[in-house]
């Protein structure tokens, strides 16, 4: 090779080259965490990228398919296949050799970012450190790659995790109620709530966000169906105890007014670093766009906490789905929310769609999973799959469990109350019936 290739170059070539001449490679590849970012240069990455797209494809990954792709790289791809080593067992140790130089780029740029802020007259220190961390963190995983541990670090894993420090419960409902007893929602898991449309699932969101945000947690909300400012008037509804229809009535009750008024002010005063909130007036959003949205919250707030997708049907799929069927699309996007949330270490809430032949096909009834549109994956990443009900208008709210994973079911579930701004669950008759982890919230 000529000395002015960069040293890394080598092996990005190298490694691309034994994929192309064994296809079965690059699920190796995956598996040990390689994706395009961990390229440094342009072509190469764009190369990995038309092989991520032609494994989702199911085509074959050769110099042919490729080629097909990357009419414009044909001479790039021909001496990666006739130029590389033509021996495969140094792969590992290329991959390897990947990962380490994705995490040095990782940290470097991260320094030059903080070396910029903390050059300001008034320079944020503790923001400074959490960039740090956050990259430390995600440097030492890109080195380690996918590796699968030890029984012996796992038993270490279990016993940091659950019995030296139990995880933190989230809280959804006001503590002392019956909500805040039976639902117990941790870091990096996922609750999905169904409803027929019209029950009210938004509401029902924007009450848990409102107790997050009280707890001091960093929440970020997507709507897919509804603006910002519709999003931000429910809270502020919630917060005021003024319904959000009272300010656009013809006839205003003026006090009523004034007080949504304050509460919107008070939410963007008290809450500014805590709430982002991702309305559909911002276009369609994606698994990426949530990833990206996310990942620029964590380099201003430190950390994200809660993440809300209302709801998950109108996820759009990316663009190399978009002739797969709706399930496969669904699927896709559950799963990538799945990844964003054990990424960050964040608690996921998912309102999801019903089939529309659900109630009619069966005689009503209570919901159970298969109510659930494209429920392939929702059913099986979420930690909790619950669903709100009701039988009539004049019946009350019925708020039960049909999956859970790390806490009780809550099957014969609790009753909520409509106070006209949100959903109540009423109080504990015993406060002593609150488990430890919740009551100390």
Aim: net charge neutral; hydrophobic share 40%; proline share 5%.
């Amino acid at each position: 090779m000529s000395p002015q290739i960069p040293h890394y170059a080598e092996t990005e070539r190298q490694a691309l080259a034994a994929i192309i001449r064994n296809g079965a490679l690059f699920d190796v590849a995956t598996g040990a965490g390689i994706t395009g970012n961990s390229f440094y240069s342009p072509d190469n990455q764009r190369i990995f990228v038309a092989m991520e797209a032609l494994a989702r494809q199911g085509i074959p990954i050769d110099l042919p398919t490729l080629g097909e792709k990357l009419p414009d790289l044909i001479v790039e791809l021909g001496e990666l296949e006739c130029g590389a080593i033509a021996t495969d067992v140094n792969f590992p140790a290329w991959l390897a050799r990947l990962r380490s130089c994705e995490a040095a780029r990782l940290i470097r740029l991260e320094a030059l970012g903080v070396v910029d802020d903390l050059s300001t007259i008034d320079p944020d220190t503790g923001k400074a450190i959490a960039r740090l961390v956050a990259t430390e963190e995600k440097a030492r995983n890109l080195i380690d790659g996918h590796r699968v541990p030890t029984l012996n670090e796992t038993a270490a894993a279990l016993l940091e995790r659950m019995v030296n420090a139990p995880p933190p419960v989230i809280p959804f409902f006001p503590n002392g109620t019956q909500g805040a007893r039976v639902l117990q929602l941790h870091p990096s898991e996922m609750i999905v709530i169904g409803a027929r449309t019209g029950l009210g699932k938004t509401a029902f969101a924007c009450g848990a966000v409102l107790e997050q945000l009280r707890a001091g947690l960093v929440v970020v909300y997507f709507c897919t169906e509804s603006s910002s400012v519709d999003i931000l008037a429910r809270i502020a509804a919630q917060y005021s105890g003024v319904c959000h229809f009272e300010a656009q009535k013809r006839q205003r009750n003026p006090e009523k007014v004034a007080r949504f008024g304050r509460a919107a002010e008070k939410i963007a005063e008290k809450f500014n670093r805590q709430l982002y909130i991702h309305g559909c007036e911002n276009g369609p959003i994606t698994p990426d766009t949530i990833r990206g949205r996310c990942r620029e919250i964590l380099l201003t707030s430190g950390r994200v906490d809660l993440v809300y997708v209302d709801f998950l049907q109108g996820v759009k799929a990316p663009a190399f789905m978009e002739r797969r069927t709706a399930l496969e699309q669904t699927n896709y996007n559950v799963q990538q929310i799945h990844d964003l949330l054990s990424e960050m270490r964040a608690a996921g809430v998912v309102l999801a769609q019903f089939n529309r032949s659900s109630q009619s096909d069966r005689g009503g009834g209570m919901p159970d999973l298969t109510w659930l549109k494209d429920s392939s994956l929702i059913e099986q990443l979420a930690h909790t799959v619950a669903f709100l009900y009701r039988k009539d208008d004049n019946s009350p709210t019925r708020f039960y469990s049909r999956k859970t994973r790390n806490q009780a079911p809550f099957s014969s579930g609790i009753d909520l109350a409509w106070n006209g701004t949100g959903y109540t669950s009423a109080p504990l008759y015993d406060s002593t019936d609150i488990p430890a982890a919740t009551a100390g919230e």
